[in-house]
């Protein structure tokens, strides 16, 4: 593999060779479309376009009429029948788009250019989106402690995964996982994906909980006519990774509605840390730390405070080794999914629609063999002393290695929601929105071959050997099976109910357009059913508990044009007012009250500047306040000086006193496209978040300790010495379960609970623009932070955080050169993040950019197997120059690191991947 730190200018040369590819055109890349795309600027839909807001069922994308349309896609699937209504994110008045913040829109398009096979990976792609907290491969920060189902979810901004409110056609999705708090978008089919809509900006004024950083609204083929079947494969350079999908959608039209089905079964094959040798516990030949642990095999004695290395056993010696190297870096994943949408007219005034989806998720993670510190009896058979050494007992740091099961975790997640869904036009253009959404989330994390406690002690301290336990190796099946029997099974089941009724109209008229209003009420159920199945194999223990809560909200939006076209003035071509307001009402942390006002200003037709202000907040989720499990985890801290095995406490058994997070914001900007360039959109945007109150832990960061610095911002969550092993005893005194082998005289204890302690201040640009010429066309999307700094604990100070290890890096990129002549086109990516400091190591380490090319070529063929249906066949290559990760000096964990950061960089490598599209 390619090492980053060669510079870009091999990048730019091998990028040079690409570019001949694509010039050669000799087959079809997805042309970025004028008016929307991944990396095209922010569209603002006219208000002459009849366009609803986000909780309605049709789709479709509408071209602004001072652009150009968008080319034909060559990869363009079955014909859909248009809709009347086309969604838009970010308002509750139908026929105007979001005023004052900036619509980000990816169309189906970017999709299949992207190479994509899940839709999280799709929403990725784009700058704005970090992937921080919530994900399969990345679980080391923010909410990634409570996700042992290895969902993923979106992050806006970077400042938290529970901060970006996802919707489904408007709709809110269920909570997914045993710990709920956040649904996973890959439930939903790729193949029925329309676009995707993101508003990254403050909104709960309009949407409530969750939408402090922005919202993400997935929007589905409504009004399908045809079929369609799609079916992909991609393949990792070493044949170490492998992903799928295989899909097909079917519609038909009548007179008055159409009916839409769509199946997929997609996945991919784990990525373990054996198969990518930049992942590793000894980083010094690449300048960084040895992270290596001494719980070895050959294993290593401490007799009366001296250490002594196996084989040899002399004095003084410690065998190191790489404990976490054969963990999975990325779990297996496969998921069948189904979703269908119906749409009927009643009359000339009544619309019903539905939409109903269920997906089968199944995962599998492999972690490290099993490690441990026991204290062995000199009764035991295999006790064992360096030579002229006299001792009752010696401590034994050791791997159990292949004489020990692995402890896979898998499990699975079933996620059913539906909604029904009614329009009525009342009187002029006022119309009635009525819905309701029913959606159910099951899941299970199950691993059963984890360190029996008891039966250790009993096996350490046996004479006799048929059933002690030889902590060298060498045990019998049945000894091993008496001592890897622990099970833990981690159960959970999200209900959500919502319905909500929403008018909206032109109230009167002005010189400068109509005034329009909304006005609705929402009330939500939500509910978790979760618990702990724990014990040994045969006998285990079952406890489950349930939390639930109601939200009642009523909301207004009111929207005044005081320029327009019938009274533009000169500097004045338009002036649109935004005024919203939400009321949401609590059953368990009381009431939240949010305004948000916005502007949009075109002085001259082709320049608009707008900009808006709110307050926004999130709701705890309700296992941060009564945790799924509350219990002690024995984990392994590394330190300057070595790995310290000490104990988590996950959450207390009363619950969490949490109250509300709460964040102002405000932005503006200015999107360009002028009448006498029709092919070239700019946009910029400056955003500001004050959030505070953040819910957060430490449950999972095993990196706390690694410098002073970072101890210090925790240091009323980190208890040592005599006092953690107090505190040990005094949980496990109270009837809390521990989860590993409790070390014989620990030292470490962390506070690894929910805490609302957090704060962040963000500020920073959002650029986009996009230009066409002739058959090509450019395209660049960005985010540049001019500040990020947060605090972590009620005892730290506000830190200059951007471009730091697990925070935003300061600029991220992705831009486009692409070429379409109707038939044949190509596209190049290039996907860039800017050099960033690892200050989790003393001295602080400056962390290498991180640069890599995507191309996407593909050709279609006007007649497949009949002389009505189109074929297109496409190859993508991801990280084409097979770039490895820059370098990071941090130790490994079973949530990544070991030379990489995962919250930056991808394990994979280059993937080649082959798709065909028929359409009839």
């Not at 109270?734 to 470490?748: D, K, M, R």
Request: aromatic share 8%.
């Amino acid at each position: 593999m390619l090492d980053t730190n060669k510079g870009f200018g091999r990048g730019l040369r091998s990028g040079v060779a690409l570019a001949a590819l694509i010039w050669a055109g000799a087959v079809q890349a997805q042309t970025v479309p004028a008016e929307a795309g991944q990396n095209a600027p922010a569209t603002q839909v006219p208000d002459s376009t009849d366009v609803t807001r986000g909780d309605t069922s049709t789709s479709g994308t509408a071209a602004p009429s001072d652009t150009g349309a968008a080319q034909p896609s060559p990869e363009q699937a079955a014909p859909e029948t248009p809709a009347a209504d086309v969604v838009v994110t970010g308002s509750r008045i139908r026929g105007v788009a979001p005023v004052g913040s900036a619509l980000i829109e990816q169309s189906r398009s970017d999709l299949l250019a992207s190479g994509a096979t899940n839709t999280t990976q799709l929403v990725q792609n784009l700058p704005q989106v970090i992937n921080q907290g919530v994900s399969e491969s990345s679980r080391s920060t923010s909410g990634g402690a409570g996700n042992i189902t290895y969902s993923s979810g979106f992050n806006i901004r970077g400042i938290g995964p529970f901060a970006t409110l996802t919707l489904l056609n408007g709709h809110r999705i269920v909570q997914s996982g045993s710990s709920g708090g956040l649904p996973d978008p890959s439930a939903i089919p790729t193949i029925a994906i329309q676009r995707v809509e993101v508003v990254a900006d403050g909104a709960s004024a309009i949407y409530g909980s969750d939408a402090v950083a922005g919202v993400v609204n997935l929007i589905t083929r409504r009004r399908f006519n045809g079929l369609e079947a799609r079916a992909q494969y991609g393949l990792a350079d070493d044949n170490a990774y492998n992903q799928y999908n295989v899909g097909v959608i079917g519609g038909h039209n009548w007179a008055t509605g159409n009916v839409t089905l769509s199946y997929e079964h997609s996945g991919h094959r784990a990525l373990n840390g054996r198969d990518r040798d930049f992942y590793a516990a000894d980083l010094r030949s690449r300048g960084g730390g040895d992270f290596r642990g001494t719980q070895c095999n050959p294993a290593n004695l401490n007799v009366n405070g001296v250490d002594y290395a196996l084989p040899g056993l002399v004095a003084g010696t410690v065998n190191r080794c790489d404990t976490l190297k054969n963990q999975d870096l990325i779990p297996s994943q496969q998921r069948d999914s189904i979703m269908g949408s119906l749409t009927q007219e009643l009359g000339s005034r009544i619309t019903l629609t539905g939409d109903l989806l269920y997906t089968h998720r199944k995962f599998a993670f492999n972690p490290a063999g099993t490690t441990a510190t026991v204290t062995l009896p000199n009764t035991n058979p295999y006790f064992i002393l360096p030579a002229g050494v006299v001792a009752t007992s010696e401590t034994v740091q050791t791997a159990f290695g292949d004489n020990a099961p692995i402890n896979t975790t898998s499990g699975y997640a079933k996620v059913l929601q539906g909604t029904a869904a009614l329009n009525w036009k009342l009187f002029g253009d006022f119309q009635l929105d009525a819905s309701y959404t029913y959606g159910r989330d099951e899941s299970y994390s199950l691993s059963t071959r984890g360190v029996n406690n008891a039966a250790l002690a009993q096996a350490l301290a046996s004479n006799n050997p048929a059933t002690a336990l030889n902590p060298f190796g060498n045990n019998s099946q049945a000894v091993l099976d008496n001592v890897f029997n622990s099970v833990f099974g981690a159960p959970g089941t999200n209900k959500m109910q919502e319905g909500e009724v929403n008018v909206s109209g032109s109230l009167f008229q002005l010189p400068g357009g109509a005034v329009r209003a909304a006005l609705g009420g929402e009330i939500i159920r939500e509910s978790i059913y979760t618990g702990l199945d724990n014990g040994i194999i045969g006998a285990v223990m079952s406890s489950r508990s349930s939390s639930a809560r109601t939200i009642k909200s009523v909301f207004g939006e009111l929207r005044v044009p005081i320029f327009g076209d019938d009274n533009a003035i000169p500097g004045f071509h338009s002036l649109d007012l935004s005024l919203a307001g939400r009321i949401s009402d609590y059953s368990d942390v009381g009431t939240s009250r949010n305004p948000k006002i916005g502007i949009n200003w075109s002085p001259v037709r082709g320049l608009k500047l707008h900009g808006s202000y709110g307050t926004s907040f999130r709701a705890p989720i309700l296992t941060q306040i009564n945790g799924a499990v509350s219990a002690l985890f024995i984990q392994n801290y590394s330190t300057p000086n070595g790995v310290v095995t000490g104990a988590t406490l996950s959450g207390f058994a009363g619950g969490n006193p949490l109250t509300p997070e709460k964040a102002r914001t405000y932005s503006f900007g200015a999107d360009i496209a002028p009448p006498s360039l029709p092919n070239l959109r700019a946009s910029v945007n400056y955003f500001d978040i004050r959030y505070t109150g953040q819910v957060n832990s430490i449950l999972s960061d095993l990196s706390i300790l690694q410098s002073g610095a970072s101890a210090a911002q925790y240091s009323d969550r980190i208890v040592q010495g005599a006092a953690a092993a107090a505190l040990i005893q005094s949980f496990l005194a109270a009837g809390y379960p521990a989860f590993g082998p409790v070390p014989a005289n620990p030292t470490l204890f962390v506070y690894g609970q929910n805490v609302n302690a957090g704060k962040t201040l963000a500020q920073g640009l959002d650029f986009q623009v996009f230009y066409r010429l002739g058959d090509f066309n450019l395209a660049t999307n960005g985010t540049y932070f001019t500040k990020y700094r947060t605090a972590v604990s009620a005892s730290a100070p506000l830190l200059d955080s951007v471009n730091t290890i697990f925070n935003p890096p300061r600029f991220r990129s992705r831009s486009s050169v692409g070429y379409d002549n109707g038939d044949n086109s190509a596209i190049l990516f290039w996907n860039f993040t800017n050099k960033y400091k690892n200050d989790r190591i003393a001295p602080i380490q400056k962390v290498d950019s991180y640069s890599t090319f995507d191309l996407h070529l593909a050709h279609r063929f006007d007649q497949g197997l009949t002389a009505a249906s189109k074929l297109t066949l496409a190859l993508d290559v991801s990280n084409a120059f097979n770039v490895d990760p820059p370098f990071v000096n941090i130790p490994q964990s079973p949530n990544g690191g070991g030379g990489f950061d995962p919250t930056v960089s991808n394990p994979i490598g280059r993937i080649v991947s082959l798709s065909a599209t028929f359409a009839l």
